[in-house]
């Protein structure tokens, strides 16, 4: 069996165990910024999908209408036998029903959008770590009676094992 960084029997240095936990600290930043730059592209997609249903329901009323009330309107007529005027108020009443409708889908995205709660979620999250770690205290460590009497080489094996067992 071995440890993370070496095999069984070789203690880690304090440097090399705060280099270790200073590498980590850093990878979980980057990792945090990456979440939030994801969530942030979620929220730009829905709204673009919500600019462009706007951005359809223009297109849809604009160009269809010379065509689509004509032939609306003379439809109406053959089959009501109704005046020409009122045919294409009806024609154009059926438009703007269908503009109304791709308008409809384009603001419900939009409040998607802007309910979207990308970066807030990746700063709770960069917020909790940070309590987490603020609260993190180091374990008791025991003074065996050879560390007591100066063999500091014992103590700093000791500390060093200590270490070890807390962050594994």
Not at 84 to 91: G, K, N, Q
Not at 97 to 126: E, N
Request: aromatic letters at 6%; charged letters at 15%; one cysteine or more.
């Amino acid at each position: 069996m071995s440890t993370p960084d070496g095999p069984v029997g070789t203690e880690r240095s304090l440097g090399q165990l705060v280099s270790t936990a200073t590498s980590e600290m850093s990878a979980l930043v980057h990792d945090e910024i990456a979440l939030a730059k994801a969530q942030l592209r979620q929220d730009v997609k829905r709204g673009a999908v919500g600019g462009g249903a706007f951005a359809a329901a223009g297109a849809v009323l604009l160009f269809s209408l010379p065509m689509l009330s004509f032939a609306l309107a003379y439809g109406i007529r053959t089959w009501s036998g109704w005046n020409m005027a009122i045919c294409f108020v009806l024609s154009f009443a059926a438009n703007v029903l269908v503009a109304g409708v791709l308008a409809l889908i384009g603001v419900v995205f939009a409040k998607k959008a802007k309910k979207g709660k990308g970066p807030q979620k990746a700063a709770a999250s960069a917020k909790q770590t940070a309590a987490v770690l603020q609260n993190v205290k180091p374990h008791p460590r025991s003074m065996s009676p050879a560390a007591s009497t100066g063999a500091t080489l014992d103590r700093v094996s000791d500390k060093a094992a200590a270490v070890a067992r807390s962050s594994s």
